[in-house]
């Protein structure tokens, strides 16, 4: 697999100084919550398991995406399933640009690679192998926090294969936070190939997510 991450940066990311200078707003038309950050508590049948950890940084018009997750599934105390995740993305200019992921899935180390080129992205991974995806809609990443992911062509940041969204909507729930309080935001369920359920508040910060694999998986998201 070659490596496109860094010359995805220089024309990217770190032209954002550039751009900074120019006065051009960052990641205007995208939903980073003004902390700077999303966390949330795992739990799998009710019991904490882990965290999901988001972080934004922004230069000039450029927008850079840190995901960190980390998983343990314990029976009777011995640990059964261990699940660890990192990816960088970048935007500009609201738009997607690239990102790297690496994923370790109990055991097996997992990596996607994905670059802008013209008309859609060349994507690197170790299970899809290269490809690349051009045309209608474009292409976004399984990252969750942006909600214009379920209008998009998914591609999943373990696998590197690529999905349509079928989405739909129930309507707006109140959700527990994970250090209390709640949440009221709205869901959007995803079928076809991917089934999970997602929930957006007002302001489109995403709120909460809900899938069954090891058990029943939810997120609560901790109130800043």
């Known amino acids: 697999m070659k490596p496109i991450l860094k010359q995805l940066e220089r024309r990217g990311f770190l032209a954002g100084a550039a751009a900074l200078a120019a006065g051009r707003p960052a990641g205007a038309v995208l939903p980073v919550p003004p902390c700077g950050a999303l966390c949330f508590k795992i739990l799998r049948n009710g019991t904490p398991v882990g965290e999901h950890h988001v972080a934004f940084t922004q230069s000039g018009n450029c927008l850079r995406v840190d995901t960190n997750v980390e ?15 990192s990816v960088s993305e970048y935007w500009r200019d609201g738009v997607f640009t690239s990102l790297a992921s690496t994923v370790n899935h109990n055991g097996t180390r997992l990596v996607v690679q994905a670059a802008q080129i013209p008309g859609g992205y060349a994507v690197q991974s170790t299970k899809a192998g290269d490809y690349r995806y051009t045309g209608s809609p474009p292409m976004l990443p399984m990252t969750y926090w942006n909600q214009a992911m379920l209008k998009a062509m998914i591609l999943n940041v373990e696998t590197g294969r690529h999905y349509p969204a079928i989405v739909s909507s129930p309507g707006w729930n109140s959700l527990p936070a994970a250090n209390g309080g709640t949440i009221l935001a709205r869901r959007f369920d995803v079928t076809g190939k991917l089934h999970m359920s997602l929930w957006y508040d007002q302001n489109g910060q995403w709120s909460g997510f809900e899938f069954h694999v090891l058990g029943h998986e939810v997120y609560q998201k901790y109130l800043n």
């Open 71 to 85: 998983m343990v599934v314990t029976v009777a105390g011995i640990a059964v399933f261990r699940y660890q995740g």
